[in-house]
Antibody, heavy 119, light 110 residues
């Protein structure tokens, strides 16, 4: 069965960078891509961008361009999301979600990774 | 402030029906399909409805979606206690070139 397992909670200082990983199993990795979505405490969902696991094509939300980098590693079937220049308002749970263009959008989600930014 | 507008809350007694609205613009709902996600307390979101009115395998037929113009709706019939959750609508936004989400609606079963 499809599973997305994310890395553990992180605590970072303002200005630092964080990398969240998302290990995918149970399906053919490069037939799908990944969307990354975050949720600040008590808030709604915010889409950060998408990456294809097939050809590496990326589409970042305008708000995060210049600060976010998404990559995939087919040898380990893992997706990564790096966010730099962290601020306190980046404190959120970060989710990876499987995505297939033209298919069911964000059909499987990881459990989420809490990133806390505090001095 | 979200691009898609949802009521913050909705409620009903067991067995009743509840409808959640999602209002957008031509750039998002008007030109693109709408998807709905359910987020149970403490859990990750799960897709409930995609392409306006399609249910993924395993999703109860008590959930149904519709779209008209720049608005969409999610209906829950035969309300159950396990339906208590946050519900988010989502659509592609043409000028932003990305997905946008609604602010979410918390459904309470009285």
């Amino acid at each position: 069965q499809v599973q997305l397992v994310q890395s553990g909670a992180e605590m970072k200082k303002p200005g630092a960078s964080v990398t969240v990983s998302c290990k995918a199993t149970g399906y053919t990795f490069d037939r799908y891509g990944f969307s990354w979505v975050r949720q600040a405490p008590g808030q709604g969902l915010e889409w950060m961008g998408w990456i294809s696991a097939d050809n590496g094509n990326r589409n970042y939300a305008q708000k995060f361009k210049g600060r976010v980098s998404m990559t995939t590693d087919s040898s380990t079937t893992t997706a990564y999301m790096e966010l730099s220049g962290l601020r306190s308002d980046d404190t959120a749970v970060y989710y990876c979600a499987r995505e297939q263009l033209g298919g069911i959008p964000m059909d499987f989600w990881g459990p989420g990774t809490l990133v806390t930014v505090s001095s | 402030q979200s691009d898609l507008t949802q009521p913050p809350s909705a409620s009903g007694t067991p067995g009743q029906s509840v409808t959640i609205s999602c209002s957008g613009s031509r750039s998002n709902i008007g030109n693109n399909v709408v998807n709905w996600y359910q987020q149970l307390p403490g859990a990750a979101p799960k897709v409930l409805i995609y392409s306006n009115n399609q249910r993924p395998s395993g999703v109860s037929d008590r959930f149904s979606g519709s779209k008209s113009g720049t608005s969409a709706s999610l209906a829950i019939s035969g309300l159950r206690s396990e339906d208590e959750a946050d519900y988010f609508c989502s659509a592609w936004h043409d000028s932003l070139n990305g997905y946008v989400f609604g602010s979410g609606t918390r459904v309470t079963v009285l």
